[in-house]
């Protein structure tokens, strides 16, 4: 174990395919999750999505509501056409940053993995994609600062 980490705890691969084209793949992504307030950034082949507050979530901390509410998760999703659609490349993780130790206790390693499954489980459900996950899915609320 590193003394020193930023490596991501949790992440999370995988690819998805759509029937829309790739920019209508983009547009549907980015105003799903702008509906929410979540710091959306398009490119021309990708939406990066940014979640949560690092510095509310360190403050409040994993054993509170009001901190796993602020969960820093950032989601990455790239689209390229082929003929009957969309290839969809997913990157998710925690943006947890710098710290001490492996930030694998109180829970956080399994936090961050639900919250993950959650957006997961939204972004897809946008584009009519059904992925495989326990419990329910709710809609992610908005980020209040």
Same mark, same amino acid.
């Given at each position: 174990?590193?003394?020193?980490?930023?490596?991501?705890?949790?992440?999370?691969?995988?690819? @998805?395919?759509?029937?829309?084209?790739?920019?209508?793949?983009?547009?549907?992504? %980015?105003?799903? #999750?702008?509906?929410? =307030?979540? /710091?959306?950034?398009?490119?021309?082949?990708?939406?990066?999505?940014?979640?949560?507050?690092?510095?509310?979530?360190?403050? @409040?901390?994993?054993?509170?509501?009001?901190?796993?509410?602020?969960?820093?998760? %950032?989601?990455? #999703?790239?689209?390229? =056409?082929? /003929?009957?659609?969309?290839?969809?490349?997913?990157?998710?993780?925690?943006?947890?940053?710098?710290?001490?130790?492996?930030?694998?206790?109180?829970?956080?390693?399994?936090?961050?993995?639900?919250?993950?499954?959650?957006?997961?489980?939204?972004?897809? =459900?946008?584009?009519?994609?059904?992925?495989?996950?326990?419990?329910?899915?709710?809609?992610?609320?908005?980020?209040?600062?």
């Amino acid at each position: 174990m590193a003394l020193f980490s930023t490596k991501p705890i949790v992440e999370k691969k995988e690819q @998805w395919t759509a029937p829309q084209p790739p920019q209508a793949v983009l547009a549907t992504l %980015a105003a799903a #999750f702008s509906f929410h =307030g979540e /710091d959306v950034r398009r490119e021309k082949s990708s939406v990066e999505v940014h979640l949560g507050s690092n510095a509310e979530y360190r403050m @409040w901390g994993n054993m509170t509501e009001e901190g796993r509410k602020h969960l820093p998760i %950032a989601l990455t #999703f790239t689209a390229s =056409g082929f /003929d009957t659609g969309t290839a969809v490349d997913v990157y998710a993780r925690d943006t947890f940053g710098f710290r001490v130790g492996s930030g694998k206790s109180f829970g956080v390693p399994e936090t961050f993995n639900r919250r993950i499954e959650e957006f997961l489980s939204y972004a897809a =459900g946008t584009l009519g994609i059904t992925r495989p996950v326990s419990g329910p899915v709710p809609s992610p609320p908005p980020i209040s600062f």
